[in-house]
């Protein structure tokens, strides 16, 4: 494993036992709303300091993005970036439904290099290093070998922070819905696009994600075989929030459904 890789995972699992911790006493959780449907706890927190404590430790240097502190660094030209959401699916979290993740990754100059997702709930460690494939639990994974969208299990995330599209992404659902074997939404976009990786599901969609939800699981993606791209098939996803992914035949399939339901004034 690399060396970088293996600092990344060292904080995940630090995050992990904080959020473990608290898992078992979760009505005595403060929780606070950022925005509507958009909630935080002392957990995330908690999480995302012990996360920062640990690169910062090994990588003073390295610039940070993380989903509650915000943007942090040294140097903010640093050209690296840590990339962090210390528990993605908070509200699943929240109400005891054991459906989240740590995501971790690392860019350099823009390009995403380390990739770490990990499930505390089941214990499953997703990693990525650029050019080397995708792991879970150190065994290889690869994306579905699935070839027809009827056969194929498709994840989603419902619109939550901003409803402005939701016409078009239910158009989209609908579509998909009748089209596919099933279409599954359990909450948290960072797992969504590790099992994607992993082939447990064939693609996803959504739309309005942020770059910590996806950064780690798109490299995953990538190095497991996959595609991603914004809704224009083009690769500014991250500037976007707007995805969808998937194996390369699968996705060939995906894609234009969804862009036929694109709404007029969304960039891609």
């Given at each position: 494993m690399h060396p970088t890789l293996n600092i990344a995972v060292k904080a995940a699992r630090r995050a992990a036992s904080i959020i473990n911790r608290a898992s078992t006493q979760i009505d005595l959780l403060p929780v606070q709303t950022k925005s509507p449907n958009d909630f935080v706890t002392e957990?995330?927190?908690?999480?995302?300091?012990?996360?920062?404590?640990?690169?910062?430790?090994?990588?003073?240097?390295?610039?940070?993005?993380?989903?509650?502190?915000?943007?942090?660094?040294?140097?903010?030209?640093?050209?690296?970036?840590?990339?962090?959401?210390?528990?993605?699916?908070?509200?699943?979290?929240?109400?005891?439904?054991?459906?989240?993740?740590?995501?971790?990754?690392?860019?350099?100059?823009?390009?995403?290099?380390?990739?770490?997702?990990?499930?505390?709930?089941?214990?499953?460690?997703?990693?990525?290093?650029?050019?080397?494939?995708?792991?879970?639990?150190?065994?290889?994974?690869?994306?579905?070998?699935?070839?027809?969208?009827?056969?194929?299990?498709?994840g989603t995330g419902f619109p939550f922070r901003e409803f402005d599209h939701v016409d078009a992404y239910l158009a989209m659902f609908r579509e998909l819905t009748q089209r596919t074997a099933g279409i599954r939404r359990p909450g948290a976009a960072a797992l969504d696009l590790a099992y994607v990786a992993c082939g447990r599901l064939d693609g996803f969609w959504e739309m309005g994600l942020q770059p910590w939800d996806m950064a780690a699981g798109v490299l995953l993606i990538q190095e497991a075989g996959g595609l991603v791209s914004d809704l224009a098939g083009e690769t500014d996803f991250m500037q976007t929030g707007n995805v969808v992914a998937g194996g390369p035949k699968i996705f060939g399939q995906l894609l234009p459904i969804i862009q036929a339901h694109r709404p007029s004034g969304l960039s891609a």
């Open positions: 957990v995330d927190r908690a999480a995302e300091a012990a996360i920062i404590e640990v690169l910062r430790e090994a990588y003073p240097q390295h610039a940070i993005l993380a989903e509650e502190s915000g943007q942090t660094g040294e140097t903010a030209d640093s050209e690296y970036q840590w990339i962090i959401d210390p528990l993605d699916g908070t509200t699943n979290f929240i109400h005891g439904f054991p459906q989240y993740a740590i995501s971790i990754a690392l860019a350099k100059n823009g390009v995403l290099e380390q990739a770490v997702v990990f499930d505390p709930t089941r214990n499953e460690l997703f990693t990525a290093s650029k050019g080397a494939g995708a792991y879970l639990n150190e065994r290889r994974i690869r994306v579905s070998k699935r070839i027809r969208l009827n056969e194929s299990l498709i």
